[in-house]
Nanobody, 115 residues
């Protein structure tokens, strides 16, 4: 069973919006954290945003005023609302969940922003 499944990627013009979803196969525990990472072409994977079980959020500086991370525990789903997208946001986006008893990754989903 795939632990995390991403959806919602695609192609969008600069200035547009996309919402990524990440659905977990297991319940999201209070001591788990979830987050998004991305890998741009030819670059290493980097962290983008985190949401903890108690609702604390943190963002990469370059996305802080444009992206919003949230979590719906009942639906076991995390979201990344991405607004005012820029070509430099083009990457494969990965969701992850980590905690005392998990270290899970999704398969990745492509986001392409055209100029």
């Amino acid at each position: 069973q795939v632990p995390l499944v991403e959806s919602g990627g695609g192609l969008v013009q600069a200035g547009g919006s996309l919402r990524l979803s990440c659905t977990a196969s297991d319940n999201i525990r209070g001591d788990d954290a979830m987050g998004w990472f991305r890998r741009a072409p030819g670059q290493q994977r980097v962290w983008v945003a985190t949401v903890t079980g108690n609702g604390f959020t943190n963002y990469l500086d370059s996305v802080k005023d444009r992206f919003t991370i949230s979590i719906d525990n009942a639906k076991k789903t995390m979201f990344l609302q991405m607004n005012d997208l820029k070509p430099e946001d083009t990457a494969v986006y990965y969701c992850s969940a980590w905690g005392p008893s998990r270290d899970d990754w999704g398969q990745g989903i492509q986001v392409t922003v055209s100029s």
